[in-house]
């Protein structure tokens, strides 16, 4: 079983700087720098794609994980990036947090707005825990939210310093 949500998030950025910042290792050296308290590490970049190694810290996740959570997990976190085409990108994703039965994946649909780019996030969340599993998912998705929008601000900030 799993759980889908559906979020967007605003960048104030044109999307054409929005796909130049995807397509660049540096852009994800900053991204796993500072998305986290616990910075991550870029594990692997082709130019499309970008497998991440991160941290989730226990204060980021909802209060019903942190009780069965005794330490901060490890993710990774492979992104796939499509091609800037009549002003949209899809992007897609997989994650696994290791130790856990948690993992979740999606797509992201970025459309240019005037000169901000509209990202529509769809992402199914599996807790894999007997019974409990459908309960925690949708505190799983909200706390995603949250850190969607938080890369969504650090993006901004890339593009500002770097393009």
Known sequence: MSTRSENTVIINQPIDKVHKALTTREYWDFI????????GTVHEFTGNTAVLYEILPT???PEAV???VSQDLKEKRTVTIGELVDEQISVSFTADVKGTPVDF???ITYKSQDETT?????TEVSVNI???G???EPKVAEALQELYTNEGKLTEEWISNNL
Do not use: F, Q
């Open 66 to 68: 942190r009780a069965m």
């Open 130 to 132: 007997p019974m409990m």
């Open 32 to 39: 796993v720098a500072k998305l986290s308290p616990e910075p």
């Open 134 to 136: 459908a309960a925690i």
């Open 118 to 122: 509209v990202l529509d996030y769809v």
């Open 105 to 107: 994946k999606g797509d």
């Open 59 to 61: 204060s980021l996740l």
